[in-house]
């Protein structure tokens, strides 16, 4: 069975596709994470003790640790899903969002030349480096442009936009200037289960349960092209297996809506199957609030290529992807209870003690080969 190295892989896209990757049978997972604020191994809670999944705590931005890592495990493929990848806060701080998806990804293509340079026969061949995206490199459209297609030009407009699109840049410039067999992914707004709290779907799920505002940016218009998590998983899997080197493929689940549409139709489902809240009719929570600074108006994808030549399709419609979304959340408060307390990080370290393998231990057991 091919095994998979995985960046990133606690954060909410990643521990969805691992969980969805070894469901299948696929083979085996090597996940590599800091465990940020967003990365949390709770949500790979089922699988912690699976033979098929090696966790790793650490940085991409670590040189040494990701070279020893890829001659130890040496893996089929590299799917680099580690990012900062928040809006907001990228405006507060970019400084972070500069080092994980510039730097960090710029320490990740040097190791998986090196590795990839180390490698003959059907190895080389078969080796592959997916490099997860998103829309908002491609910058905003207004409401009669059409969608983003993978020639449209780059035009970011926020900090976490740049950095993507810098990682973007990189990721290609090691195909066409080393040979690096890579193949980059431009998603849409995924959501789904484990996605943290500070995202629109979960958040307003997680306020509106608890009598809060349901804050809406400016007139609430903006439009995104929502896709669901397990949809986008699968994307991935077949550029893995199918993608031609060095392609963009475009991931989108042709499921354009406002934010208000949104708020609105999570309103009415919590309505529904949360009959007893207090807080009916939930869209009386909602609140609108001064405008995100250089908010972009609307995003929409183009995934024709995606599914021409790679056969791939979104399964879930809007309507059915919120509503598993909204009974996940509902089945899983305490999850959402953790997360936003912080208790999982003491989670981590009681349940992942003697399973999280750090960059010293590595570096030991490097060593001990070596004797």
């Not at 790979?44 to 966790?55: G, I, N, R």
């Not at 995104?224 to 493929?249: F, K, M, N, P, S």
Request: net charge negative.
């Amino acid at each position: 069975m091919d095994r998979v190295f995985v960046t990133g892989g606690a954060g909410f896209i990643g521990s969805n596709f691992i969980l969805d990757y070894l469901s299948r049978g696929n083979g085996q997972v090597v996940n590599l994470d800091k465990l940020t604020y967003a990365g949390n191994l709770a949500n790979l809670a089922s699988v912690k003790d699976d033979s098929a999944y090696t966790f790793v705590r650490g940085d991409i931005c670590d040189a040494e640790l990701v070279a020893q890592l890829l001659a130890k495990y040496r893996p089929a493929a590299i799917v680099h899903f580690a990012a900062e990848s928040h809006v907001d806060r990228s405006i507060a701080g970019p400084e972070a969002f500069l080092r994980t998806n510039i730097d960090g990804t710029f320490t990740l293509l040097q190791a998986a030349r090196e590795y990839y340079g180390s490698l003959s026969g059907d190895e080389r061949k078969r080796f592959r480096f997916v490099h997860v995206s998103t829309d908002e490199v491609y910058g905003t459209l207004s409401p009669e442009d059409p969608a983003f297609h993978e020639e449209t030009p780059y035009a970011p407009n926020s900090p976490y936009a740049a950095s993507k699109a810098a990682s973007d840049h990189l990721v290609r410039a090691w195909v066409h200037t080393y040979g690096l067999p890579a193949i980059i992914t431009n998603c849409s707004n995924n959501y789904g289960p484990f996605q943290f709290p500070e995202k629109l779907i979960p958040l307003m799920i997680a306020n509106a349960l608890q009598g809060k505002a349901l804050p809406i940016y400016g007139d609430g218009q903006q439009v995104r092209d929502w896709l669901y998590v397990v949809d986008h998983c699968r994307a991935i899997q077949a550029v893995l297996e199918r993608g031609r080197v060095g392609e963009t493929y475009n991931v989108g689940g042709g499921n354009q809506r406002s934010n208000l549409e949104v708020v609105t139709t999570l309103c009415a489902l919590l309505d529904e199957m949360v009959p007893e809240s207090k807080f009916r009719p939930h869209l009386q929570l909602v609140k609108y609030v001064t405008d995100r600074p250089g908010h972009d108006r609307r995003y929409a994808i183009d995934a024709r290529k995606l599914e021409s030549e790679l056969g791939w399709r979104a399964e879930e419609s809007f309507e059915t992807g919120l509503r598993r979304t909204v009974e996940w959340y509902l089945a899983n408060s305490a999850w959402v209870e953790d997360v936003t307390s912080g208790a999982y990080q003491n989670w981590v370290a009681q349940n992942y003690g003697n399973r999280a393998v750090t960059h010293a231990e590595t570096k030991q057991a490097a060593a001990k080969e070596t004797l």
